[in-house]
Structure formats: structure tokens, C-alpha cells
């Protein structure tokens, strides 16, 4: 709330304000005075933008929403819907709904409107379990596999992206026409000695169905 109702700003400049309706003249007056707001626009978008983040970053994830639940972050969450702000209850409301069947029986008893705020405005589906399942066993390690699993995958592809290798396999293939034909090679004795036989075999000797390969160049 002190975060929400700072006055740490100056309310002309702030959204949505400085882009609806008449705007006021910029004076020395005007930005001294400012306006009887109880709260700040700014902070109040960015408490917003943080729960959506953490929703994004939990949502089917047990390992992380059993951070948040070793890093107590339900009463911080329960403290934040005294913002009586529709949009920022509804994202507290999805955090703590994800952690509820982690916080046990008596933490729900003892925070009935909480979890009658969680029937009202949050979505639910029909194999929902959050009100009633009981994982008080479960630990933060018991879930570090999914993480881990999630984390050595996008290692791998890193690695293997983004990491300079020296295998051959994955050196570049120059691939034009000019830089291709114009390098000078070193041809072996045996091959200038028998250079003749060579293009009889392999040039005059063989049929090229020049239809055929025009077709195969423009596809």
C-alpha cells in the first residue's frame, strides 16, 4: 500500500493523465502543486507487470511454485489485495491459488476469504485439485529434476547454437560459385600423368541429360 500510494512522482507526467483530457499548462505551479491522487500510476503498472511475470514464470512449474511457497510468499501476496485494484487481485489471487494445496489444511482454514476470493474471481477447470489436495510432504528437492531437466536441455541448445566448435561436422560449407571455382588445388603427379584417361572417362565417356538437370536447378 505505502508502495502503491507513494507520492514519488509528478502526476502530470503520469499515465494516463498526460494523454486524456484537457492538459493543463506546464507551470512552476502546476508542477509543484501536482493533484489530489491517493496513489501512483506507476507503481500501481509496475506491481501489475511483476505478477504477471511471476504467473508466466510458475504456471505448471511445481519446482517454482514451490519457491515461492519456501520464500513465504503468501502473506506478502495476501498483504497486496488490500490494493483494491480489479487486475492486481486477479493476479494475486492466480499466485495463490497455485500454492494453496502446498500450504496445507490449516493455512486454508484460517484463510477462508482468501480461498472464497479464489472462487469468485479466478478461472477454474474441472480437474482442479488446489483446494483440496494435501502435499504438506512435498519438498523444494523433490522437484529439482523437472528444473534440471528444463536446464541442461537449454544448455545443450546453447552449447550447441551459440558455442564455437572445432569439429568438422559443424565447420560452414562454402557454398559460392566463385570463391569455389577460383581456389587453386594441388593435383598429384599420377593425376597430370593420367589426365587424358581421366576425361575420357569421366567427360566425354558419360551421358549428361542436360533436360533433367535444368528441371532439378529451378526446383
Not at 494475486?92 to 480461498?115: A, D, E, F, P
Request: charged share 25%.
Amino acid at each position: 500500500m505505502a508502495y502503491v500510494g507513494a507520492k514519488n512522482a509528478i502526476p502530470i507526467f503520469d499515465f494516463p493523465s498526460c494523454v486524456i483530457g484537457d492538459q493543463p499548462e506546464l507551470t512552476t505551479e502546476s508542477l509543484e502543486i501536482g493533484d489530489a491522487a491517493t496513489f501512483s500510476w506507476r507503481n500501481m503498472f509496475s506491481c501489475i507487470n511483476l505478477l504477471r511475470i511471476l504467473n508466466k514464470l510458475t504456471k505448471w512449474k511445481h519446482s517454482r511454485i514451490m519457491m515461492l511457497v519456501v520464500f513465504k510468499s503468501a502473506p506478502i501476496l495476501k498483504r497486496t489485495l488490500k490494493v483494491r485494484h480489479a487486475m492486481t487481485q486477479l493476479y494475486v489471487l492466480k499466485l495463490l491459488k497455485m500454492q494453496t494445496k502446498y500450504l496445507g489444511r490449516q493455512w486454508r482454514k484460517s484463510n477462508m476469504k482468501t480461498i472464497s476470493a479464489i472462487y469468485q474471481k479466478v478461472r477454474h477447470r474441472l480437474n482442479d485439485d488446489w483446494a483440496y489436495g494435501n502435499d504438506l510432504d512435498a519438498r523444494p528437492w523433490d522437484f529439482q529434476a523437472e528444473e534440471c531437466a528444463l536446464r541442461a536441455s537449454v544448455d545443450r541448445f546453447n552449447n550447441r547454437r551459440y558455442t564455437q566448435v572445432n569439429d568438422n561436422e559443424f565447420e560452414p560449407v562454402d557454398n559460392c560459385l566463385n570463391s569455389v571455382l577460383g581456389t587453386n588445388h594441388d593435383l598429384s603427379e599420377s593425376f597430370k600423368k593420367h589426365y587424358d584417361l581421366w576425361l575420357e572417362q569421366e567427360v566425354f565417356g558419360t551421358t549428361i541429360e542436360w533436360d533433367n538437370l535444368l528441371v532439378k536447378e529451378k526446383l
